[in-house]
């Protein structure tokens, strides 16, 4: 069992809050990701981390923000959350070296009204 | 960048068939294929992966083949069980690419009884 861990598991927010999806990791990974899930399945990558203070835009254009204070654990963040931003965000994390599994949590299942 | 296609959106087996699910990749120097499956309410959890200097690789009921000149790889299940029923997921990966990975879009697989 992977010790990566998301909250809220669900949340449901009217239009213009501010919200933080939380993603803890216990495993001491240096790297971690944030991904978008479609209701259709397909994984989109937002944004990833290859250590403290180190953060990047993935390969999907979000209007999310990300920080890596510490080395377990990487919020993410919409200022202004929109009912485009409804989706199911998965947090996932990974060890450093050429062929990494990458270990996922739960996910959080966003709406927004 | 990598594009990765996934074949078929949705596979229906009888238990005790095999399943076989298709993906192809477009960066030639893509050289770490994982699959990872997604049960119902959980994150993806990587299942097997193969590395480019390898055409296959067994673990129990599950197979992965790789043909890196037609750049095809696939995931094969035999005697498939009702617990085999998931979302399955294939990623491809340049190691040295920051180990990010590019999934395809998402088989859904019903083992019936």
């Known amino acids: 069992e992977a010790d990566i861990y998301q909250t809220p598991r669900y949340l449901v927010i009217g239009t213009g809050k501010k919200i933080t999806l939380e993603c803890s990791q216990t495993?001491?990974?240096?790297?971690m990701y944030w991904y978008q899930q479609d209701p259709g399945m397909e994984l989109h990558l937002i944004h990833y981390s290859y250590g403290v203070n180190s953060t990047e835009k993935g390969d999907l254009s979000s209007e999310s923000t990300v920080s890596r204070i510490r080395t377990e654990h990487f919020p993410l963040t919409l200022e202004s959350a929109r009912p485009s931003h409804t989706s199911q965000y998965l947090c996932?994390?990974?060890?450093?070296?050429?062929?990494?599994?990458?270990?996922f949590g739960p996910g959080t299942r966003l709406t927004v009204l | 960048g990598e594009n990765v296609e996934q074949h078929p959106s949705t596979l229906s087996v009888q238990e005790g068939d095999s399943a076989v699910i298709k993906c192809t990749y477009s960066?030639?120097?893509?050289?770490?294929f994982p699959w990872y499956k997604q049960e119902l309410g959980k994150g993806p959890q990587l299942i097997i992966d193969?590395?480019?200097?390898?055409g296959e690789k067994k673990d129990q009921r599950i197979a992965v083949t790789l043909n890196k000149t037609a750049k095809h790889f696939s995931l094969h299940i035999t005697e498939t069980q009702p617990e085999d029923s998931a979302v399955y997921f294939c990623?491809?990966?340049?190691?040295?690419?920051?180990?990010?990975?590019?999934f395809g879009t998402g088989t859904q697989l019903k083992v019936e009884l």
């Open positions: 495993m001491g990974h240096d790297k």
């Open positions: 960066d030639s120097a893509s050289n770490y």
């Open positions: 193969i590395r480019s200097n390898v």
């Open positions: 996932a994390s990974s060890e450093a070296g050429p062929y990494p599994e990458q270990f």
């Open positions: 990623a491809a990966s340049l190691t040295g690419g920051g180990n990010k990975l590019t």
